[in-house]
């Protein structure tokens, strides 16, 4: 049973700094990956998605790493700004429909 | 297009009331997804539809959870009896077809006193 593991739970740092999430997965046999964003009380934002045959995707300030051989997915942040405070959630795609996600990682950018 | 619609967005109500969640999804996708948000269990898939037919149901927990999607654009969730255990948001999400990206909801607030 695919299982997600988003470390660490919640993160602080000041503006302007680069900063790395990071998201595991215990069986390799996956579609895709998808990072997304949830502000309190609202619903996902779709940041990046990964196919499996890929290794990296990039929109703006952010980029996704896939090592789909260690089980490891990593969602890097370029010069944070407090808007990026959100939660940010790592989701295996384990079938063309089923998504498996993990507990996200609560980010706070400090001004 | 307005993306998926959820109603209502907040739904408070006592144990053993019926609940019935609405959806509909953006127009022109073939599969929707019902998903459960909790502190204590994070974001579950409960049931999703390919083309209005329940494909996967096996995250529903218990015989109280019931969907159904009459068409392609509305889909419901329905919790009777509720319990208080129910309390949670529930995410509605829709994909088209040969994609791999779901787009969700605002999702339902439940709470059940």
């Known amino acids: 049973k695919q299982e997600v593991t988003q470390i660490p739970a919640a993160l602080s740092v000041p503006e302007g700094e680069n900063l790395v999430l990071n998201c595991s997965f215990t069986?390799?046999?996956?579609?895709?990956l998808q990072w997304f964003r949830q502000d309190p009380g609202k619903g996902l934002t779709s940041l990046l998605l990964?196919?499996?045959?890929?290794r990296e995707q990039t929109s703006g300030r952010l980029n996704a790493s896939l090592d789909k051989s260690s089980g490891r997915s990593t969602l890097y942040i370029a010069a944070s700004q407090p808007g990026d405070s959100a939660t940010y959630l790592c989701?295996?795609?384990?079938?063309?429909?089923?998504?498996?996600f993990g507990s996200g990682t609560r980010l706070s950018i400090r001004p | 297009d307005a993306g998926v619609i959820q109603s209502p967005r907040h739904e408070v109500t006592e144990m053993g009331q019926e609940v019935t969640l609405r959806c509909k999804p953006i127009?022109?996708?073939?599969?929707l997804f019902w998903y459960r948000q909790t502190m204590m269990r994070g974001l579950e898939l409960l049931i999703y539809?390919?083309?209005?037919?329940?494909?996967?149901d096996s995250g529903m927990p218990e015989d109280r959870f019931s969907a159904k999607m009459p068409n392609a654009s509305f889909s419901t969730l329905k919790i009777q009896p509720s319990e208080p255990r129910d309390s949670a948001v529930y995410f509605c999400?829709?994909?088209?077809?040969?994609?791999?990206?779901?787009?969700f909801g605002p999702g339902t607030r439940l709470t059940v006193t």
């Open positions: 127009s022109g996708h073939n599969s």
């Open positions: 069986d390799s046999a996956i579609y895709n």
């Open positions: 539809f390919n083309n209005n037919v329940p494909i996967d």
């Open positions: 999400a829709s994909k088209g077809l040969g994609s791999y990206e779901q787009y």
């Open positions: 989701a295996v795609h384990s079938s063309a429909s089923k998504i498996i």
């Open positions: 990964i196919q499996s045959s890929q």
